[in-house]
C-alpha cells in the first residue's frame, strides 16, 4: 500500500499529492505546546488559510475533512472553513478520562474545570447545483426540490415514482431540516418518472449539463462518504494514549500529543472505502496514515520537524 511522509511543509506538496478522499488536520492548537506551535489561538485562522484554501481546491464532492483542535481554536478557525466551502457537520468530543489530569489541580488557582478534551469537527465540501447555466447555486437539497417543480408535477407524485404512501414528500423533496439524502435507487426513480411524466418542454429534468439525466451512482458520489460503526456516537471515551502503543524517546513521550491509533481508525474507516486517498499534512507521528495503510489506503503525509518525521518513519518500518 502507498504511504510517502515527506519532511516538509505541506503547502509545498500539495500540488504533487492526488486527489484527496479524506483530509485529517492536527495542526497549530494556539497553546504553545511543542515547537512551532502559535503561542494565542487568534493567529490560527491566518495560519491555516492557506492550507484551507488549497484543501478545497483539490477536494472532489467526496471529500471528507476531519479538524482537529481545542474548541477555541476550531472556532478561530471555523469562519475560514466556511468561507472556503466545507460544510460543517458535527463536532465529536475525545474524552481522555480523568486519568488524564497529572497530579493534582488546584482548580482555584486555574479558575476552571481541569480539561480532559479535545474536539475533532467533521466537515465536507459544500456541493452546489445550478437549474441551467445562469441560475443561482442550489444546495442538493433544494436543488432536487427546484428540479421537481419544473416538471409541473405535485409534489405528492413523487410517492408515486418512488413507490411509498407519503416518505418520498415527506423526505425526499422536504424543505426542512428533516429532509434525506436520496439513495441512489430512490435518486434513479426520481429522475425517471420525472423525466416520462413531466412537462416535456423541461426536460432533461434532474441534469446537470442539460443534456444527461444525472444517474443515481453519479448522485452518490456528490457527497462525502460516512459510514457510522454501531453503536459510535460523537462522544469518544479513549483513554490518551500510553503503555507500548507510546512512542518514546530516552524515556520520555515522543510527541506532545499522540493520538490514539483507535480514533485515526475511525476516522478513516468512517470517511473512506478501500483504496480512497488520504492526507494529514501536519503528519506529527503520522497515526493517520498508519491507519490508513492498515485498512488499505494510499496515506500521503508531510511533517516539518526533522526529528519528529523520522521517529514517524520508524514505526512503518517496525511493522
Known amino acids: 500500500m502507498t504511504v510517502s511522509i515527506v519532511c516538509g511543509d505541506a503547502l509545498h506538496l500539495y500540488d504533487?499529492?492526488?486527489?484527496?478522499?479524506?483530509?485529517?488536520?492536527?495542526?497549530?492548537?494556539?497553546?504553545?505546546?511543542?515547537?512551532?506551535d502559535l503561542r494565542d489561538p487568534g493567529g490560527l485562522a491566518a495560519w491555516y488559510k492557506p492550507h484551507i484554501e488549497t484543501w478545497a481546491k483539490y477536494a472532489t464532492a467526496q471529500t471528507t475533512l476531519w479538524f482537529w483542535n481545542t474548541e477555541i481554536g476550531?472556532?478561530?478557525?471555523?469562519?475560514?472553513?466556511?468561507?472556503?466551502?466545507?460544510?460543517?457537520?458535527?463536532?465529536?468530543?475525545?474524552?481522555?478520562?480523568?486519568?488524564?489530569?497529572?497530579?493534582?489541580?488546584?482548580?482555584?488557582?486555574?479558575?476552571?474545570?481541569?480539561?480532559?478534551?479535545?474536539?475533532?469537527?467533521?466537515?465536507?465540501r459544500k456541493a452546489e447545483f445550478r437549474v441551467g447555466a445562469d441560475s443561482p447555486a442550489f444546495s442538493a437539497q433544494d436543488w432536487l426540490r427546484a428540479e421537481w417543480q419544473r416538471t409541473g408535477l405535485a409534489f405528492?407524485?413523487?410517492?408515486?415514482?418512488?413507490?411509498v404512501k407519503n416518505a418520498a414528500t415527506r423526505k425526499?423533496?422536504?424543505?426542512?431540516?428533516?429532509?434525506?439524502?436520496?439513495?441512489?435507487?430512490?435518486?434513479?426513480?426520481?429522475?425517471?418518472?420525472?423525466?416520462?411524466?413531466?412537462?416535456?418542454?423541461?426536460?432533461?429534468?434532474?441534469?446537470l449539463d442539460g443534456r444527461n439525466i444525472l444517474s443515481g451512482s453519479k448522485w452518490e458520489?456528490?457527497?462525502?462518504?460516512?459510514?457510522?460503526?454501531?453503536?459510535?456516537?460523537?462522544?469518544?471515551?479513549?483513554?490518551?494514549?500510553?503503555?507500548?502503543?507510546?512512542?518514546?524517546?530516552?524515556?520520555?513521550?515522543?510527541?506532545?500529543?499522540?493520538k490514539p491509533l483507535e480514533l485515526m481508525r475511525l476516522l478513516v474507516g468512517c470517511s473512506t472505502d478501500p483504496g480512497d486517498v488520504v492526507w494529514e499534512p501536519f503528519g506529527g507521528l503520522c497515526t493517520g496514515s498508519l491507519a490508513a495503510t492498515e485498512l488499505g489506503r494510499p496515506a500521503y503525509a508531510a511533517e516539518i520537524n526533522p526529528t519528529t518525521h523520522e521517529r514517524a518513519i520508524q514505526r512503518f518500518g517496525n511493522r
Open 16 to 36: 504533487g499529492w492526488p486527489a484527496p478522499v479524506l483530509i485529517i488536520s492536527d495542526g497549530p492548537y494556539g497553546i504553545g505546546g511543542y515547537d512551532g
Open 172 to 207: 425526499y423533496l422536504a424543505a426542512d431540516h428533516v429532509w434525506y439524502f436520496p439513495p441512489p435507487d430512490v435518486f434513479d426513480r426520481l429522475a425517471a418518472y420525472a423525466n416520462s411524466q413531466g412537462d416535456p418542454s423541461g426536460r432533461p429534468y434532474f441534469s
Open 156 to 163: 405528492n407524485r413523487a410517492n408515486e415514482a418512488c413507490g
Open 74 to 124: 476550531w472556532a478561530e478557525v471555523h469562519p475560514v472553513l466556511r468561507d472556503a466551502g466545507w460544510q460543517y457537520r458535527a463536532a465529536s468530543i475525545w474524552d481522555k478520562g480523568i486519568a488524564h489530569i497529572a497530579g493534582n489541580c488546584n482548580t482555584r488557582t486555574l479558575r476552571k474545570f481541569p480539561i480532559v478534551t479535545e474536539i475533532c469537527v467533521h466537515y465536507v
Open 221 to 258: 458520489c456528490l457527497r462525502g462518504k460516512f459510514h457510522c460503526p454501531a453503536g459510535i456516537t460523537n462522544v469518544w471515551n479513549v483513554p490518551a494514549v500510553r503503555g507500548q502503543e507510546r512512542i518514546k524517546h530516552n524515556g520520555s513521550a515522543a510527541h506532545p500529543n499522540q
